[in-house]
């Protein structure tokens, strides 16, 4: 046992963004090998998640039961293997009769469901919200789902996936669970990366260590490639420079980093997105702190920082510009809480060189390329 679980937003894979219903044993394996090749388990993704479409579509005396042309060996020698190379599993189920794919949900069945879960040695249960029958009360049903794994034996991470419906930010942490979507399903493109970002500015204070705001998986690196066409859209994914703010956004806001792309055939782009350990180390902070918002005065839905305190004193500053032209953002050190008076600046990191970028006293102004950021750690020093 390893508890308390998840001190910090969890990180790691899942199938669905690339994968959707085509999961199977080879895919999960291969791609944990490539977890640690690729050196995402040193970079600290650790969980290889199974979503939707693993198992039969009916239950077995009672229990389910995988898939057996998908997974001919069952879920046990996965979870072996991935432990042998120091990953974990997750897998996925639903608090509803149904999961949102057809497959059998565990409504009530959730003792019964946590307990092979156990056996099978995952650790870790994306929980979703689909076909939840009318009567039942969404709260109780995550209270249910959370005692019955904290009384399976094993240690096992409750992802609650209720898409940010009936105001799950104000109850999920009393159900137990470790992290909570807070959103709707996340798109390979642009727009759908806004408007998730904004739509929790004002939530991430209810995130913090054990229990975290998911803005959804990562697409970074998708390049417009999935099984699934809703998630690969139309326009075929996002720039690079759009992957790296996304990363950016959801380490800034402190949410889980789960990946979406297919590992197996990363951009060297896309591994310097990923791997960034100046970035990850923002998301990863053990204090878990939301970040607060500075918006550029004469452009102020565009242009904004996001300015987020570290454990050692240091905070993270974000800067974006959501617009389609380079904009300037003009930070004053005032907003921040350092007026001139105090006789101090900020010393600068930029998390993208990974160097020194010197004092700034007063104010920080830098221009930013449409869609683009800049990220760095500051720390206040006397001038
Ligand atoms: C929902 C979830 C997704 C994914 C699918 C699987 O839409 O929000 O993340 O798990 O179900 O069917």
Redesign the pocket.
């Known amino acids: 046992m390893s508890r308390p679980l998840s001190p910090t937003p969890p990180m790691g894979w899942n199938s669905?963004n690339t994968f959707?219903w085509n999961v199977n044993e080879e895919l999960i394996l291969s791609t944990a090998e490539y977890m640690v090749s690729e050196g995402l388990l040193d970079a600290g993704y650790e969980y290889v998640v199974i979503?939707?479409?693993w198992s039969e579509k009916q239950r077995e005396n009672g229990r389910l039961v995988p898939d057996r042309k998908k997974f001919p060996n069952g879920i046990r020698p996965i979870a072996d293997r991935l432990h042998s190379l120091g990953l974990k599993l997750g897998i996925?189920s639903c608090a509803g009769t149904h999961?949102?794919?057809g497959f059998p949900g565990s409504f009530e069945h959730e003792f019964t469901d946590a307990d092979t879960f156990a056996e099978w040695g995952v650790d870790y249960l994306?929980y979703?919200y689909?076909y939840k029958p009318d009567s039942a009360d969404g709260e109780n049903l995550y209270r249910r789902m959370g005692m019955a794994l904290r009384c399976c034996g094993r240690d096992i991470v409750l992802s609650a996936?209720c898409?940010g419906k009936d105001e799950v930010h104000k109850w999920i942490r009393h159900t137990g669970a470790q992290l909570f979507?807070s959103t709707?399903?996340i798109r390979d493109n642009w727009d759908s990366i806004k408007t998730i970002a904004l739509s929790q500015l004002d939530k991430t204070y209810f995130s913090a260590p054990y229990c975290h705001n998911d803005l959804?998986?990562l697409v970074v690196g998708m390049h417009g490639k999935s099984d699934n066409s809703w998630i690969a859209d139309v326009v075929g994914g996002c720039s690079d420079t759009e992957y790296k703010t996304h990363f950016a956004l959801w380490a800034l806001m402190s949410s889980p980093l789960m990946v979406g792309c297919d590992i197996r055939n990363m951009k060297p782009s896309t591994k310097n997105i990923l791997l960034n350990k100046d970035i990850i180390s923002i998301d990863q902070d053990i204090e878990c702190r939301g970040p607060y918002v500075i918006r550029q005065w004469n452009n102020p839905q565009k242009v904004f920082a996001l300015v987020k305190p570290l454990y050692d004193g240091s905070y993270a500053i974000g800067m974006f510009n959501f617009g389609d032209r380079t904009n300037e953002m003009s930070l004053q050190l005032y907003d921040m809480g350092l007026p001139v008076s105090s006789g101090r600046g900020l010393s600068l990191y930029d998390c993208y060189s990974h160097k020194d970028t010197g004092v700034f006293s007063e104010r920080i102004v830098q221009n930013i390329p449409s869609r683009d950021c800049m990220v760095f750690k500051a720390r206040a020093v006397r001038l």
């Open positions: 669905w959707s979503d939707d479409c996925y999961t949102c794919g994306k979703d689909c996936c898409w979507r709707g399903d959804d998986m």
